[in-house]
Antibody
């Protein structure tokens, strides 16, 4: 059974940093594109970043470019999101997801990031 | 960026009803359209990908169709567990974008 478990969220001041982790199990992690998707409280979904199976390609949504870095360690079956220069509008639940046909076929339950101003 | 517009934003229906949710893209997106279901406090669940392919384990009462810029999710006979929020998502070009969601409520 596929499991994705996020960690690393919490309360941080505006301008601060956090590193999110996603531990994957139950599937061949290194064979899948992975993504981070966020959801602000009471709002809709926003795709944040993608990373190719081997980490050679990365894509970011404009609001996080230059501030967030997606990475992965296939030996550890882990996905990461380094978030710097955090702003209040980054407050959200952050989900990791495995991608199939460019869609999120498995999702973690998410980790809450709260940025205080 | 490709904008995705869902309609309606909310709908009330009864168990057994047929419900259709529409998603319109701001430009042609070929087949790269997915539908998700989300219940409060849980992660989204993939229902349909590539516009009309049913994800494994999803009941056959869910179906997707469309072309070009206009797409629909149809639930043929609502069940109690189907009351949730539904999102479309385009994957034709990055950044992938979602519709604003359609909340399906019990009448």
């Amino acid at each position: 059974e596929v499991h994705l478990v996020e960690s690393g969220g919490g309360l941080v001041q505006s301008g601060g940093s956090l590193r999110l982790s996603c531990a994957a199990s139950g599937f061949n992690f290194g064979a899948y594109w992975m993504a981070w998707v966020r959801q602000a409280p009471g709002k809709g979904l926003e795709w944040v970043a993608n990373i190719k199976e081997d980490g050679s390609e990365r894509e970011y949504v404009d609001p996080v470019k230059g501030r967030f870095t997606i990475s992965r360690d296939n030996a550890k079956n882990s996905l990461y999101l380094q978030m710097n220069s955090l702003r209040a509008d980054d407050t959200a639940v952050y989900h990791c997801a495995s991608l199939w046909a460019r869609s999120g076929d498995h999702w973690g339950q998410g980790t809450l990031v709260t940025v205080s101003s | 960026d490709i904008q995705m517009t869902q309609s309606p934003s909310s709908v009330s229906a009864s168990v057994g009803d047929r419900v259709t949710i529409t998603c319109r893209a701001s430009q042609v997106i070929s087949k790269w359209l997915a539908w998700y279901q989300q219940k409060p406090g849980t992660a989204p669940k993939l229902l349909i990908y590539e516009m009309s392919t049913l994800q494994s384990g999803v009941p056959s009462r869910f179906s997707g169709s469309g072309s070009g810029t206009d797409f629909t999710l149809t639930i043929s006979s609502l069940q109690p567990e189907d009351f949730a929020t539904y999102y479309c998502q385009q994957a034709d070009s990055f950044p992938y974008t979602f519709g604003q969601g359609t909340k399906l409520e019990i009448k």
